[in-house]
């Protein structure tokens, strides 16, 4: 039909059209505005034609929507898409792959296969001998299924947590001249949508109309005053009025002079209603593209990246162990047949060499730490349950260790350290300020001017508190015009609505409040004789503007230049204290005046609201700080952790909330964001030195190329600046994103809150992001490593105190672990050396290397945080996750038990006690009183009680059995001291505390008993196990390395190596710093 053919043809014409409009000109308009000083994106619209071009450049209709025909691919190919990619969980499987990316588990999975296969095949005693491998890999199997299934969970409740954001409202959309609803993922470029009151805008658009609308822009910017909106028509036409004055923009308030009609997506329609053309979507939107800078690789932690050192130094210390061994054994092989004291037997023979490859694996086996992975795993899923009780939701399992190590904290203000709740805190009238538990009492006491009081507030304001279908109260208006609402409230007037109904019609002009002149007023005839005016506004506008005061007995006195200085004081006080001072004043109008009721000077300011007006009072206005954000920011000074303040406000207020909460001092300095990014250059690609290349973000998109790594643009200006800067103030998105990467740059352990969509970049960026669970937007709960329950930045300090307690664990656990180690590989190799034989068989060091090491990772990876975790440095990156003080422990412990136990395998024959008689009782032929020699070979090769131990009425040698028993009692009682690392010499300190560790360590001694005293041929153990004397020896010897230890604690070492020894890492730009105090001077005149 013709009519279709008119159709394809627009189509076509259209599309070819879609080459020379790039979207990214549409997207340069909404950073237009994000940039905006004064009217930049409404004259950016003017120049390409007006609004009305957008319909051709848009291929729409603003009167009927977009039609059937343009729903199709190629509008999604040219402007993109506002679907979201789904982010799939992982599969249970896929889960388990991942945690098998572990360096030492791969090591354990190759190890745990041959030890399995030559256990099965080669071994003297196959029947039994398998288990050591098929153990091995059981460990790998338990440390797999802990992690994978913790990940599981932890995925499964984020999920339901993001489910409550995806079931977003429906929005109403024009389509083919008919309104219809569609979820927000439908919507496409050049769709017209409907906004009304508390949606959450879906896309970028422009305003083609709108009635009373106003945005809170704040997950964006950070800045939690709303903006006004309004159609680019009626926007254009305020432009034209006000350039008509001839007045000039200037300061930072230029910006909201004239409303905008650019609206951005992730935003909230607060109040109001409007329709705009939608311009951006999807990754291509404002929020899309800050989502997309949030794309990054995820990076190691800390705690990962040092056991992967220590993983690397074990392994090679390991293998290189395994290998001189086999050589060893091979070299006197070799000199017993040079000598003759060994005849070549084809099949004996190649047995011993067999056997020698055997014994090398077996000491690589037992060099490498299986519990170690398994008590990382445990103490990370036992502190995340703990962590989650307390309102901590650990994304990512090794982000509460990293947390630990955090040495910086950059917070963003509203919402997080401060409640978001403006409230009226003081209130300066007649000569005194008055606290906000005074104010009842005061208003009561003086009716008649609290009535004048009273009006003007109703009147001034249009914020209202309205209860929704729950019957939940919904604030609706200006945070600052809410203040002063719910002080009425609170006093027990609750009819505000009431009064600007009845006054109404009785108002004659109304001057809504513009930042550039900084008040508001509306002017009221109440009768003939009556037309008063009411003006709101800054204070020291108000007090300059006044001549007279109402005192509290509801009469007018003037102003003198005292009680002039007096009020200024006041002002000066109430800002100092964090205070937004807000003055509210009102005046008769004469006959004169009322013929300049609309009359504004050459800046636009009205000119009844200049001179001669009476001054009711001025308001303190305060978001405070959350309860418990002052003791938890105290803790974290306490514990060397740096808590710096971004935020949108402006630099004299957020500086003076973040001294009230204890973030600053007196030598703090507050910058601006705009001012910070030219100073350091913003942030830049480390291989391209510009701000924008082509490097991928992360590695999935790379292919080939280089992934991209962001560094601050002028670094060296960075740590000239970064030493007294506690406060970013009037911050963008980048500019907590540069903050973090300089930081990080440093050397620094960073950690990041925030709740909008502005501080995804810097939460990704960051070490530890932490997200608001309640007030956080999805994509920066996306983001996120660690998610806030309760949105209480006490939950912080808690989750710094676990970070804390999880790296002490760890290395309690590997100053166990290592010394079991060091002391079972000397033994092995120098036994398997001397008398081809080790002191403990492969199923006793499966004992002591697999369930032993199980409980302990249980029983040390457990221990409770406490108190004096925050009292003490954070540990620096550069730190190796070994001490010197663990060395010394280590070693010290090696050493004694190594004597002792050499001792007793190459003499035991001359001081273990046998009691006793029968068959298996065997004494020393030299010595009566004490044990036969265990040992299956002489020095010189010959045999010695190899025939015994295969005699089946016989078997395993007491003195043997004695040593093994003696070895584990070492462990147990070392175990004990394991739980200090600080060298204290109270090691029983809080053990009561510690009920997992006190049960696990006596089921451990049980099981000990019952493998001892029944073990027999399968535990390589005396038949007729030992005796009730030989266990109190036994234990004797075990209480060894407790007194041990004690020797150890007096033996000097050098201490600790920090990046800075005397200072935390988190102030190590202070060391830096240089010429700071100039600077100070500088930044902060400039606010003064």
């Not at 002080?487 to 009845?502: A, S």
């Not at 620094?748 to 932490?770: C, E, I, M, Q, R």
């Amino acid at each position: 039909s013709g009519e279709g053919f008119h159709e394809n043809k627009r189509q076509e014409c259209y599309y070819i059209l879609l080459k020379f409009i790039a979207k990214e000109e549409l997207i340069k308009l909404v950073d237009t505005y994000m940039d905006r000083k004064f009217d930049e994106e409404i004259t950016t619209i003017e120049d390409r034609g007006g609004i009305d071009s957008f319909q051709e450049f848009l291929g729409v209709d603003f009167n009927t929507g977009l039609r059937t025909g343009d729903l199709n691919e190629e509008r999604i190919n040219a402007f993109g898409s506002n679907k979201k990619e789904e982010k799939k969980n992982d599969t249970f499987c896929e889960l388990c792959w991942d945690a098998l990316g572990d360096k030492i588990l791969r090591i354990l999975l190759v190890m745990g296969t041959l030890s399995l296969i030559i256990g099965a095949t080669l071994e003297k005693h196959p029947e039994y001998a398998w288990i050591e491998g098929f153990a091995i890999l059981m460990a790998v199997f338990i440390v797999v299924m802990v992690t994978s299934t913790n990940n599981y969970f932890k995925q499964k409740k984020f999920s339901e947590l993001k489910n409550e954001h995806k079931n977003r409202a429906l929005i109403t959309v024009l389509r083919n001249g008919e309104y219809s609803s569609k979820h927000p993922s439908e919507v496409l470029v050049g769709d017209i949508v409907k906004l009304v009151q508390g949606e959450i805008i879906p896309a970028d658009g422009i305003l083609l109309k709108a009635q009373r609308l106003q945005t809170n822009e704040s997950a964006l910017t950070g800045e939690n005053d709303n903006v006004e909106k309004e159609g680019h028509e009626e926007c254009l036409k305020r432009l034209k009025e006000w350039m008509k004055k001839g007045t000039k923009a200037e300061g930072d308030h230029a910006k909201r002079e004239i409303p905008s009609p650019i609206v951005i997506s992730g935003t909230n329609v607060v109040e109001g209603s409007g329709e705009m053309v939608v311009i951006a979507v999807g990754d291509y939107s404002k929020e899309g593209r800050i989502s997309g800078l949030a794309e990054q690789d995820e990076e190691m932690t800390p705690l990962e990246i040092k056991l992967e050192h220590l993983a690397d130094r074990i392994s090679g210390l390991g293998l290189g162990a395994g290998i001189f061994v086999v050589l060893i054994l091979w070299l006197r092989f070799i000199i017993e047949l040079g000598t003759g004291a060994n005849e070549w037997d084809t099949g004996d023979s190649i047995t011993d060499l067999i056997y020698a490859v055997i014994v090398g694996i077996t000491v690589i086996a037992v060099a490498i730490p299986e519990g170690l992975p398994l008590a990382v795993t445990i103490s990370l899923a036992y502190s995340v349950r703990k962590m989650q009780k307390e309102q901590n939701l650990v994304k990512r399992l090794h982000a509460c260790e990293t947390m630990g190590g955090a040495d910086c904290i950059c917070s963003d203000k509203t919402g997080t350290l401060t409640k978001n709740v403006m409230e009226v805190q003081r209130y300066s009238v007649d000569g005194s300020v008055y606290d906000q538990p005074k104010f009842k009492s005061l208003f009561e006491k003086h009716e008649d001017y609290f009535a004048f009081l009273k009006d003007a507030i109703c009147l001034t304001s249009a914020a209202r508190l309205e209860k929704n279908k729950k019957n939940e109260t919904v604030e609706i208006g200006s945070k600052t015009e809410l203040a002063m609402v719910k002080m009425l409230v609170t006093l027990g007037h609750d009819d505000y609505m009431q009064i600007r109904q009845n006054i109404q019609k009785s108002v004659l002009v109304t001057n809504p409040f513009a930042s550039k002149r900084k008040r508001g007023s509306v002017i009221v005839g109440y009768s003939e004789d009556l037309v008063r005016i009411y003006v709101v506004g800054a204070s020291e506008y108000l007090v300059k503007s006044s001549k007279r005061q109402l005192s509290l007995d509801a009469t007018q006195v003037d102003i003198d230049e005292d009680r002039r200085q007096s009020l200024k004081k006041d002002i000066e006080t109430m800002a100092g204290q964090g205070l937004r001072t807000l003055g509210i004043a009102f005046k008769d109008l004469t006959a004169d005046e009322m013929d300049k009721l609309n009359e504004v000077d050459k800046k636009g300011v009205p000119v009844l609201e200049k001179n001669g007006l009476t001054l009711l009072g001025i308001f303190g206005i305060y978001d405070p700080p959350r309860d418990e954000v002052t003791k938890a920011i105290q803790d974290c000074k306490n514990a060397y952790i740096k808590v710096r303040m971004v935020t949108g406000d402006n630099p004299i207020t957020a500086l003076a909330i973040a001294r009230s909460i204890g973030i600053a001092d007196d030598n703090s300095i507050a910058m601006i964001g705009e001012d910070f990014r030219k100073e350091v250059g913003g942030v830049i690609c480390e291989e391209c030195k510009t701000e924008l290349c082509d490097c991928p973000r992360n590695s999935k998109n790379a292919g080939d190329k280089k992934v991209r790594n962001d560094v601050v643009g002028n670094f060296e200006n960075f740590k000239r600046i970064i030493g007294h800067l506690d406060v970013l103030a009037r911050s963008q998105p980048e500019d907590k994103y540069t903050l973090v990467t300089g930081l990080k740059q440093m050397g620094s352990v960073v950690a990041v809150t925030g709740d909008g969509t502005n501080d995804a970049p810097a939460l990704k960026k960051a070490n530890v992001g932490f997200a608001m669970g309640i007030a956080g937007t999805e994509l920066a709960q996306e983001v996120a490593d660690i998610i806030l329950l309760d949105d209480n930045f006490n939950s912080i300090v808690k989750a710094v105190k676990w970070g804390r307690s999880i790296y002490d664990n760890i290395q309690r656990f590997i100053q166990f672990q290592l010394t079991v180690n060091v002391v079972a590989v000397t033994c092995a190799i120098v036994g398997a050396v001397t008398i081809k034989q080790s002191p403990l068989t492969a199923v006793q060091l499966l004992w002591v290397n697999l369930i032993m090491d199980t409980f302990a990772s249980l029983a040390l990876a457990t221990e409770p945080p406490t108190d004096a975790l925050l009292m003490r440095k954070p540990h620096n990156l550069s730190d190796f996750i070994i001490t010197p003080r663990m060395f010394k422990q280590i070693f010290g412990q090696a050493i004694i038990q190594i004597a002792i136990l050499f001792a007793m395998m190459y003499a035991g024959e001359y001081f273990i006690p046998e009691y006793g008689s029968g068959k298996r009782i065997l004494y020393n032929p030299r010595s009566k009183d004490y044990v036969r020699s265990g040992r299956d070979y002489h020095f010189d090769g010959s045999k010695d009680y190899y025939d015994l131990y295969n005699d089946p009425d016989i078997g395993p040698s007491r003195m043997m059995t004695f040593i093994f028993n003696v070895f584990v009692l070492f462990q147990l009682f070392n175990e004990i001291n394991s739980r200090k690392l600080l060298e204290e010499w109270n090691i029983m300190s809080n053990i009561l505390q510690s009920w997992l560790f006190m049960a696990i360590w006596f089921f451990t001694f049980g099981i000990q008993v019952i493998m001892i005293q029944v073990g027999s041929w399968a535990m390589g153990c005396h038949l007729d196990g030992l005796t009730v004397e030989q266990w109190f020896i036994c234990i004797a010897w075990g209480f060894v390395p407790i007194v041990w230890r004690f020797v150890i604690i007096l033996v000097p070492f050098k201490t600790e190596i920090h990046t800075d020894d005397s200072k935390p890492a988190s102030h190590l730009a202070s060391s830096i710093h240089k010429g700071s105090q100039s600077l100070k001077r500088h930044m902060t005149s400039n606010y003064n």
